[in-house]
């Protein structure tokens, strides 16, 4: 049997727009909970300071937002 990659949620606690992050598509606010996609690479930001996410569990599309702008939702 194989285990299924368990997905980190975050909350963002600030908004994100897109004149601070050109690539997205829309704003996203604070408040709104995002997934953890580790093994989609994007590029716009230097990995240590960003995350690479969906707004549904492992469904595309993948954007990706600072780690300044969430906090991780302890399970």
């Known amino acids: 049997m194989v285990d299924t990659l368990k ?16 690539w997205l598509e829309r704003d996203y606010k604070k408040g709104e909970i995002i997934f953890e996609c580790p093994l989609i690479i994007q590029g716009n930001f230097l990995l240590q300071e960003s995350i690479t996410c969906s707004e549904e569990n492992w469904t595309s599309p993948y954007f990706e937002l600072p780690k300044n702008a969430l906090e991780k939702i302890e399970e």
């Open 7 to 22: 997905t980190i949620r975050w909350r963002l606690i600030r908004d994100v727009l897109e004149s601070e992050c050109p």
